[in-house]
């Protein structure tokens, strides 16, 4: 993080969303609009006077719920950058006009309540999306775990948060509802992963492997702890993952291959219900805490963005490649590529791969001054065209436009509207010359009169 | 073709294909590369995409004698 | 007048062990416009690439027929031809009778010879009708925008920068690092996520 911080090529833009992206491969304008802090970061020395004296206390997302962060606040103390945003919807100054303390404490006059959104353009000539995921909402759908109603049944991310140095426990494991060290720890894996009935087809790909590092971990800091992990299959394709696997195994990591039909509370202590499939027969757990190992999902917004950038999704709403095998990182887009778990669930080794990956085709496109375009592209006869723009409703690439036109006519100048081809976005598919009711577009290469050549000649 | 020609063993219809280059051209080169063997009646046109096929060529290759036209993308 | 050259490659038995070969070339020179229809074990190789060329100028060639493999594999291959023989790579037209001819139709010759036929005088029909083409050449912004600051993210990144090219990184959260950065130790050597 420190290094992307630091690296003087590197613009960071933080708190910022993608409003608008025009352009084509080469030539993108971006619209970017930055989000009020309502904190001056050119003052700002993050000194965390301000978050110490705030006095509002609310969940705080980072930390999945398990601990609470101030209405000025940074997400954890190695953040970057580290210095706080003022979270508006929870903020008393802002809300009730009443407060302001922040404001008072700030040595350096930071703090300022009228910031305003800000949007601006930027000119790029390639984009990489790598939006990443978010976790299935279990507790909505999984009523036989209780739809989250106990405090003690948690996702692999809310433990990972826990079990981090600088997490809301400060590195100590413990039962979110009364704070003790859970000794009987029961995991479950494929929570929403290869369930079509509730959550989704297909295998997360990650929590095979967190699974077996969170058993680890249990066993590994707590004295006297027993882990049990509940399966389909344990799947661990990557170099030095099986041995990982069976490492936790070997250190007493209880395998169990089965579906856990029911958790429900007695007294304190968690039953977990399930079949041992293996031995075909019934087991009970008493657990102190259940540790779901939840499907990973497309990132909130990723519809959104999909329209902004102009790239397609799949039935999962991953972003799609251009091709599974031979075209992984790219899309339909030309000039927009993709990495990580926006495109499908992958692990950090996989991740990181495939980033290096959309940074050598960027890097490609870089190395080039100009980009020679196929020309086998759309043409539209401005002569012909009648203005209805039914080509710009078909077109998939955003590359048709009006644009008007100057004629003599009778001696007066007229003007009309025509559609116009824009040779970097289009791509050559024809699917304008098809709507065409006045034949002014054809496609150069595949023109209509060529191909009908070739009907008669394969016809004859 | 007519359809008493039809009953003759030996006649072969004659199929034009219009076949998107970045899908069933590809699938048709593939079958060939695997060597997956197919009745010669079938003759493929390449297009950018099956967006491409004007409904106008289709009609064409009917009044030209094609038996059947196969659309695919 | 259309000025036309037909080159049917044998791919050496890939086609010419299935289709009558010079049978073939003999039928198209029949066909009005074709100057030159000849054929060559591999015209994809030097040889045969010099032999599309010293026709183009001996004959004044305007268009070209390269009846061989699929257009996927070689397009591209016989455009350059085109343009070292100084005609406009997109002159170019292409009948592929290896994969949708002699590797299917292994098994019946003569029918695959006729269809041999049938596909070259389409590549004819649609060569008699091109037009040179010219590609278009549009400016390339060295900057590159990166959106979601997580580990892809941020990676994607340093690789582009690394390589001295200006990287905006833009994150939709107050900070850098992702849902990464909210884990503890990652698998499988157990190191930290910072």
Redesign the interface.
């Known amino acids: 993080m420190v290094a992307a911080a630091q690296h003087p090529q590197i613009k960071l833009l933080t708190y910022c969303e993608l409003d608008e992206v025009n352009g084509y491969i080469g030539n993108f304008t971006v619209s970017i609009r930055q989000k009020s802090r309502y904190v001056d970061h050119d003052k700002c020395t993050g000194c965390g006077t301000c978050w110490e004296k705030c006095p509002s206390k609310i969940t705080s997302e980072y930390d999945q719920g398990l601990g609470t962060r101030k209405a000025i606040y940074v997400n954890f103390p190695q953040a970057v950058p580290n210095k706080p945003v003022i979270d508006a919807a929870n903020c008393r100054m802002l809300n009730s006009g009443k407060c302001g303390i922040c404001q008072k404490v700030c040595p350096t006059q930071a703090v300022d309540f009228e910031q305003e959104d800000s949007i601006f353009p930027e000119s790029v000539g390639a984009i990489v999306v790598a939006t990443g995921f978010d976790l299935l909402a279990w507790d909505k759908v999984y009523g036989e775990y209780g739809y989250g109603k106990y405090p003690d049944v948690i996702t692999g991310l809310q433990f990972e948060r826990m079990s981090n140095a600088s997490g809301p426990t400060g590195g100590k494991i413990v039962r979110p509802s009364d704070g003790k060290e859970p000794k009987n720890v029961v995991f479950i894996k494929c929570v929403g992963s290869r369930d079509e009935s509730k959550g989704k087809e297909y295998c997360s790909r990650t929590c095979c492997m967190y699974t077996a590092k969170h058993a680890h971990q249990v066993l590994e800091k707590i004295s006297d702890s027993q882990a049990f992990v509940f399966y389909m299959d344990v799947r661990t394709p990557g170099k030095a993952y099986e041995e990982f696997y069976q490492r936790s195994v070997q250190e007493g990591a209880q395998y169990i291959r089965g579906r856990v039909s029911k958790i429900y509370l007695k007294g304190n202590r968690l039953i977990v219900k399930a079949a041992d499939t293996l031995l075909g027969r019934p087991v009970e757990v008493e657990a102190d805490m259940v540790v779901l190992a939840t499907a990973m999902i497309p990132s909130e917004g990723h519809a959104e963005l999909a329209q902004t950038v102009g790239i397609t999704v799949d039935k999962d709403g991953f972003f799609q490649e251009a091709h599974p095998k031979l075209r992984p990182v790219e899309t339909n887009t030309a000039g927009v590529f993709l990495a990580g778990n926006c495109q499908g669930p992958k692990d950090i080794p996989d991740t990181v791969a495939q980033s290096g990956s959309a940074a050598s085709k960027v890097l490609a496109l870089m190395s080039q001054d100009e980009l020679s375009m196929d020309p086998m592209i759309s043409n539209i006869d401005e002569e012909f065209c009648s203005g209805c723009l039914s080509c710009q409703a078909v077109c998939p690439y955003r590359a048709i436009q009006p644009e008007t036109v100057t004629y003599r006519q009778g001696g007066q100048t007229m003007e009309r509207t025509v559609a116009a081809v824009n040779s970097g976005l289009c791509q050559g598919c024809g699917a304008c010359t098809v709507v065409c009711r006045s034949g002014a577009a054809n496609l150069k290469g595949f023109s209509n009169e060529q191909l009908l050549a070739e009907v008669n000649a394969i016809c004859r | 073709m007519s359809i008493i020609q039809g009953k003759n063993k030996q006649w072969q219809p004659l199929i034009v294909g219009f076949c998107c280059n970045w899908c069933s051209y590809a699938g048709a080169d593939l079958a060939g590369v695997s060597r997956m063997p197919y009745p010669p009646s079938i003759r493929i046109i390449r297009v950018p995409c099956s967006g491409r096929i004007n409904p106008q060529f289709v009609i064409r290759a009917f009044q030209r004698g094609a038996d059947g036209v196969l659309v695919s993308g | 007048m259309k000025r036309i050259g037909v080159f049917i490659c044998w791919c050496g038995s890939n086609i010419g062990g299935v289709v009558d070969v010079p049978g073939v070339a003999a039928e198209i020179a029949g066909i009005s416009g074709v100057l030159c229809s000849t054929d060559y074990k591999y015209m994809c190789s030097e040889p045969g690439q010099d032999k599309i060329i010293k026709a183009i100028k001996d004959d004044h060639l305007d268009r070209i027929v390269v009846a061989s493999c699929?257009?996927?594999?070689h397009e591209t291959t016989f455009r350059k031809v085109l343009e070292r023989a100084g005609l406009n790579p997109?002159m170019l037209e292409m009948a592929?009778i290896?994969?949708?001819?002699s590797?299917?139709?292994?098994?019946?010759k003569e029918?695959?010879t006729?269809?041999a036929i049938?596909?070259i005088?389409?590549a004819?029909?649609?060569v008699?009708?091109?037009?040179p083409?010219?590609?278009?050449?549009?400016?390339?912004?060295?900057?590159?925008?990166?959106?979601?600051?997580?580990?892809?993210?941020?990676?994607?990144?340093?690789?582009?920068?690394?390589?001295?090219?200006?990287?905006?990184?833009?994150?939709?959260?107050?900070?850098?690092?992702?849902?990464?950065?909210?884990?503890?130790?990652?698998?499988?050597?157990?190191d930290c996520?910072?």
């Not at chain 3, 699929?70 to 594999?73: C, D, G, V």
């Not at chain 3, 290896?98 to 001819?101: A, L, N």
């Not at chain 3, 008699?128 to 037009?131: D, K």
């Open positions: 699929s257009p996927r594999l997109y592929n290896r994969e949708h001819c590797w299917v139709h292994a098994s019946d029918a695959a006729q269809k049938a596909l005088k389409r004819v029909a649609k008699s009708q091109l037009e083409l010219f590609a278009s050449h549009i400016p390339v912004t060295k900057r590159t925008l990166v959106v979601g600051g997580g580990i892809a993210g941020m990676q994607a990144a340093l690789d582009i920068a690394d390589a001295g090219q200006e990287v905006l990184l833009l994150e939709r959260e107050p900070t850098i690092g992702g849902k990464m950065a909210m884990l503890d130790k990652t698998f499988p050597t157990l996520s910072a």
